[in-house]
């Protein structure tokens, strides 16, 4: 990014993470086309105590026709979800089935500005997922789905459709769809000679190789 004139653009807040690591494959790790969606705190009102027939209809509700998934008919094989969400609500609007039915479609990775539910099934179903913190509740009562697939901010850095999103254990980084063939091919450059460099020491160290050495695929 630096040497396409673009120091300290697409740097996502540190507080954006992965769940979980993989430390021997680094399968955490992923490159996407971004499909985008943004939900938002709700003005409605939650709803009262009621049975629980009529409170699982007014949530069922509540998903189809304030806080659904438009977006996933977007997803494709290389899509990298982005979702921004209502920050300071307690609420996961990504959770082991949803997340994994995304992967099902295509989705290499998700991104959100805010929280994930289900961490200890998503960290056993080994999809890739950037987040900020826990969340505990469900959407129906705390967000809506506001667009989709428009600019949005994540991470305090602007993330359009079609960007490029690469992210790692050091974090997840925005590459501008226009500059992505120029940033691509000067990472490939330097990875290589990194991998190269790190492959000598390995054999000066005695130390067995592992994936991060290994060549990268063309």
Partial sequence: MDAAGLQNI???????HPLWRDTEHFTHRFAGIAVTARYVPTQS????????????????????????????DLIRGGTALVIED???????????????????RGCVGVVTSAAARDTDEITAERVPLYFQRP?????????????????????????????????????????PRAAAAEVA??????LDGDKEG??????????QPDDSIKKPPR
């Fill in 45 to 72: 009102p939650p709803a009262g105590k009621r049975e629980t027939a009529d409170y699982d209809a007014s949530a069922g509700d509540w998903y189809d026709r304030r806080s659904g998934e438009p977006f996933a």
């Fill in 185 to 190: 091919a000067y990472a490939r450059k330097i």
């Fill in 86 to 104: 209502a920050p300071a609500a307690d609420v996961g609007s990504i959770g082991s089935y949803n997340i994994l039915e995304w992967k099902s």
């Fill in 135 to 175: 969340g505990r509740g469900i959407r129906p009562g705390r967000n809506e789905i506001e667009s989709v697939n428009r600019p949005i901010v994540c991470g305090g850095v602007l993330v359009r459709p079609g960007d490029i999103i690469v992210a790692d254990g050091d974090g997840v980084i925005v590459v």
């Fill in 10 to 16: 697409g740097l996502m807040d540190p507080s954006i």
């Fill in 198 to 207: 790190r492959r000598d020491l390995y054999k000066k160290l005695g130390l």
